[in-house]
């Protein structure tokens, strides 16, 4: 009876031991599987980025086509893309390598993708659970406990014996993620750019940077995505200028035309500035992606006692998963704006007919200045 | 980038400003079309160095691209040993279990 009375403390101290563990868990069980679902959509999103670029380059073009033909010139008519398969091809590749690193490590965290395994034991847990206190007479010794509470108790403990292992050989690999991650992200913003030099050196050198310090140091010479849209848009603008500047003399029957070149031209410098501020976002997002890959670091840290879990180390997986849900909205807006500018070819149209009909009638104010 | 495409972008940079200053309002259409094909084939060089630029970065990714590889492998290693020991587990748990359900029978 004596032994019997220490079974109630042995199993309370288990469970404790349990609760302890699970508090541990589900915490880096949050931060990586939103990381993982982070990664997953930045990825996305810089994917996206790159083939607006290139949407936004064959507007250029087939305006400046557009303009050259109503002038009556000879325009050169094969399109270039920006990229070539190859470099896309080796964006992808880390993009998709890096979002496979992600689920991996969700996978080992949730242990949801070792399914086989998993769903027998969630089978056995399932049976434990069943249990409940109508099948015991609990008014012993055990009467200060909830059998129920035991039973739940009781079904952690599988996971008791595996986490701290697991975690003390998730450790190393997180680490080494944190160094890879943040070379990918550097890469990234790099290719991500500039639209103009971010410092005074770039006019005869480029700027060193410390790679290994904080991600928000880096300075840029102007290039990148930035600086290609940045010129993309210069180009379609100075398009659009210079058809207001052929329509300025003419008669008043384009004064509706002049207004949509207006428009227009208006139109596509501030969509300059909102693909922009899409593009310096995605750079914030990847620093921020990387800080919170760095918190999950300081989780499993933390778990091996190395060091206790700051509220700001938690907080950064919140701030990247905040800058990411913002960074959707703008990439959504930013794909209407495009959309709605390529939509509006047919005012370039009437510009055209308009003009051609204005030469034909007898109005040649144009080509006589 | 290398200082021979950093001045060659320069000296395209400032020719394409060069024909943008152009008022093109007086100048008839022939010229103007010529003047468009200008800044048409100064802007596909401009976009084509800032591209070379970027494509400098390629072997990189392909780098990295192996390491997120490798990590993902370690991960999948770490899935496995869990898949195992989970296995080893569940035997000592489901004796464990029985001997409380025995335990708490004796109590009942």
Redesign the interface.
């Known amino acids: 009876m004596q032994q ?1 009375r220490k ?1 109630p403390v042995l ?1 309370f101290a288990l469970f404790g031991l349990s609760a302890c563990s699970v508090i541990n868990d589900t915490l880096l069980m949050e931060e990586v599987s939103d990381f993982s679902r982070g990664v997953v959509e930045l990825s996305a999103v810089i994917e996206s980025e790159f083939g607006l670029a290139e949407e936004l ?1 064959t507007l ?2 087939m305006d ?1 086509l557009q ?2 033909l109503e ?6 008519t094969s399109y ?1 893309p ?3 398969a ?2 896309i091809a ?2 992808k ?2 993009l ?3 979002d ?2 992600a689920e ?2 969700e ?2 965290t949730s ?1 949801q ?2 399914s086989s ?2 769903t ?2 969630s089978g ?1 847990v399932g049976n ?1 659970k069943s ?1 409940s206190s109508d ?4 008014d ?3 009467s200060l406990l909830n ?1 129920n509470q035991l039973v739940v108790g ?1 079904s952690l ?2 996971e008791l ?2 986490l701290p ?2 975690d003390k ?2 450790l190393p ?1 997180v680490q ?2 944190d160094e ?1 991650l943040k ?2 992200a550097v ?1 990234l913003y ?2 991500i750019g500039a639209p103009a030099d971010q410092s005074n050196k770039c006019s005869y ?2 700027p060193k940077n410390d790679l290994d310090a904080d991600m928000t140091s880096l300075r840029l ?1 102007k ?3 930035r ?2 849209v940045k ?2 848009i ?2 379609d603008a ?2 659009w200028n ?1 058809k207001l ?2 329509t ?2 003419s008669s008043v029957e384009i004064s509706s035309v002049r207004r949509d070149a207006i428009k227009r031209v208006v139109n596509i410098q501030k969509f300059g500035l909102e693909f922009d501020k899409l593009l310096n976002e995605t750079q914030m997002t990847l620093i921020a992606m990387v800080a919170a890959h760095k918190s999950i670091s300081e989780t499993l840290e933390a778990a091996e006692g190395m060091k206790t879990v700051s509220l700001s180390a938690t907080l950064k997986g919140v701030v990247f998963k905040e800058k990411l849900r913002d960074l959707v909205k703008l990439l959504s807006a930013v794909r209407e704006e495009l959309s709605s500018l390529v939509n509006s070819f047919p005012a370039t149209k009437s510009v055209r007919t308009t003009t051609l009909m204005s030469q034909n009638t007898g109005n040649k104010n ?2 006589q ?1 | 980038m290398s200082t021979s495409n950093e001045a060659a972008l320069k000296k395209l940079q400032d020719a394409l400003n060069a024909l943008n200053s152009q008022s093109v309002s007086d100048l008839p259409s022939s010229q103007l079309a010529n003047l468009e094909k200008g800044k048409a084939a100064l802007y596909a060089e401009i976009q084509a160095l800032q591209v070379m630029q970027m494509d400098e970065r390629d072997a990189d990714y392909t780098t990295l691209t192996t390491e997120f590889k490798n990590a993902k492998s370690e991960l999948m290693n770490l899935s496995n040993w869990i898949a195992e020991r989970k296995q080893r587990d569940q035997a000592i748990f489901s004796i464990l279990s029985k001997g409380v359900s025995l335990a708490l029978s004796l109590l009942a």
């Open positions: 019997l079974i199993i380059n250029g073009f400046n303009f050259q002038l009556g010139g000879h325009p050169e270039k920006l990229f070539q190859k470099d080796a964006r590749s880390v998709a390598a890096l496979g690193y991996m490590l996978a080992v242990g993708s070792i395994v998993y027998s034991l056995a434990l249990m099948n015991f007479n609990i012993h010794s055990l059998s009781l403990f599988d014996l595996i292992d697991r050989r998730l690999i080494q993620g890879t070379k990918a890469l790099f290719d050198t480029v010479c290039g990148g995505l600086a290609i010129n993309a210069d180009f100075n398009i210079d500047a052929q300025s003399k144009v080509d200045q």
